[in-house]
């Protein structure tokens, strides 16, 4: 019974590349969220998507950032010429029904040189 | 929005010591309350939530207690081992919402 599964766990870029994030949810989960802590702070909402659909973006940054979560494979954060301010260690998190009973991955760690 | 502060932001305690670590929350609509805990290097994983229709809840050595009126709740580690060794975070979230609004977290050391 794998839980949410997160890859890759460590991302190197250097300033302007894409960083591309990926999640697979808890089997029977349709519900992805999205989450972003910096060094010494707690976890911060980005983005939830229900399979095919973004339904609250509202915690993503309006620029270079997107995701998505296709009919069939992992949802996929995707970071656009990315800056140094992006690294962060990011969180994926499922649930099997919208709500706040959320299950978390091990996260990626994005480092940007 | 929900906003959510944790204290203490570090603690340390003697193998077999209790440990607590309190939360304070700012919308009164909020009613689901979760902990998390964090090893280094893995995600946050579930240790224990509460809703705000009851005041308290256990689970062996882990227990949450919840002040609506306050807006604050707390968790309680006894009989704290080696292996609670990590960071553990408190969130709040309003009825029928999605949005876990977190802490900034508590890095928990317990001593041998």
């Known amino acids: 019974n794998a839980g949410v599964m997160q890859n890759p766990r460590h991302l190197v870029r250097r300033r302007g590349q894409e960083a591309r994030l990926r999640c697979s949810p808890m089997?029977?989960?349709?519900?992805v969220y999205w989450y972003r802590q910096l060094p010494e702070e707690g976890l911060k909402f980005m983005v939830y998507?229900?399979?095919?659909?973004?339904?609250?973006e509202s915690g993503m940054p309006k620029e270079r950032f997107s995701a998505e979560f296709p009919k069939e494979g992992p949802s996929i954060l995707r970071i656009q010429q990315v800056v140094r301010g992006d690294s962060a260690a990011y969180f994926c998190?499922?649930?099997?029904?919208?709500?706040?009973?959320?299950?978390f991955g091990p996260g990626t760690r994005l480092t940007v040189l | 929005g929900e906003n959510v502060e944790q204290h203490p932001s570090t603690l340390s305690v003697q193998e077999g010591d209790s440990a607590v670590i309190k939360c304070t929350y700012s919308?009164?609509?909020?009613?689901?309350f979760p902990w998390y805990k964090q090893e280094l290097g893995k995600g946050p994983q579930l240790i224990i939530d509460?809703?705000?229709?009851?005041g308290e809840k256990k689970d062996q050595r882990i227990a949450v207690t919840l002040n609506k009126t306050a807006k604050h709740f707390s968790l309680h580690i006894t009989e704290t081992q080696p292996e609670d060794s990590a960071v553990y975070f408190c969130?709040?979230?309003?009825?029928?919402?999605?949005?876990?609004?977190f802490g900034a977290g508590t890095t928990v050391t317990v001593r041998a």
């Open positions: 998190a499922s649930s099997q029904y919208r709500g706040n009973e959320q299950f």
């Open positions: 089997k029977g989960h349709s519900h």
């Open positions: 998507l229900q399979k095919e659909n973004i339904i609250d």
């Open positions: 919308d009164s609509a909020s009613n689901y």
């Open positions: 509460i809703r705000s229709n009851v």
């Open positions: 969130a709040a979230s309003p009825p029928n919402d999605y949005k876990l609004s």
